[in-house]
């Protein structure tokens, strides 16, 4: 685990699952269509149970890449579901650190306007999506301390990394941020 300030907020890295995090939201790594698919968005719905897709249905069609959409959380310890959209990488150069950035931010965005204390991330876009772990580790990490600077809320934003490798690479990369 390691804990970090930025200003009055913490910034946190703990290796673990995101679905058994308390924090008062998590993000989940959703697709455009918001169809539960693999990864984290499979662990959320299946323990989280059917009332996140059901609330999905019907508030929303679908979700661009880069953008974020909320609802409860079902069984979770969280209060709330920030599903966010990261990018499918291709070559890097097709507009994805952008996104990426933004599917943080617009995450961060959620979180403000539904006055969330504290929130959970996962490693967006460095699965099934195949983002190189150490940019995507860089864009994650400079979107939210900069945000964090800004707006001084949420007051914990931790990072949740699944596997030694993920928790290490984004140890190494904050280490040369701060
Ligand atoms: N807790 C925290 N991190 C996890 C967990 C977990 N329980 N399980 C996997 N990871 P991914 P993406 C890590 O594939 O790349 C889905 O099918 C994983 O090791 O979940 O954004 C969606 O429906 C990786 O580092 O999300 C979309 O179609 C990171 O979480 C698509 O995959 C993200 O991996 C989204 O792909």
């Known amino acids: 685990m390691k804990k970090v300030k930025i200003g009055e907020c913490v ?3 703990v ?17 455009e269509r918001l169809i539960p698919g693999g990864g984290v ?11 996140i897709l059901e609330e999905l249905r ?22 709330y579901i ?11 150069k097709s507009g994805e650190p952008e996104l990426l950035a933004s599917a943080y931010k617009n ?17 967006l876009s460095t699965g099934a999506y ?4 150490k940019d995507a580790a860089q864009i994650a990490l400079k979107t939210v301390i900069e945000f ?20 290490k690479t984004f140890e190494e990369v904050l280490n040369t941020l701060l």
Do not use: M
Request: charged share 25%; proline share 6%; glycine share 10%.
């Open 15 to 31: 290796q673990g699952d995101i679905t058994e995090q308390d924090t008062e939201a998590i993000v989940n790594a959703a697709n």
């Open 130 to 133: 195949g983002y190189p772990l």
């Open 11 to 13: 910034l946190e890295l």
């Open 82 to 92: 920030i599903h966010a959209v990261g990018p499918i990488y291709k070559d890097g």
């Open 148 to 167: 964090l600077k800004e707006n001084k809320k949420p007051k914990l934003v931790r990072f949740v990394l699944w596997g030694e490798e993920s928790y």
């Open 58 to 79: 019907a508030k929303y069609t679908h979700c661009p890449t880069g953008q974020a959409v909320i609802t409860g959380a079902g069984n979770l310890k969280a209060k």
């Open 107 to 123: 995450s961060l965005l959620k979180a403000l306007e539904y006055n969330v204390d504290s929130i959970s991330f996962p490693a």
């Open 41 to 51: 968005d499979g662990a959320i719905h299946k323990k989280g149970g059917p009332s």
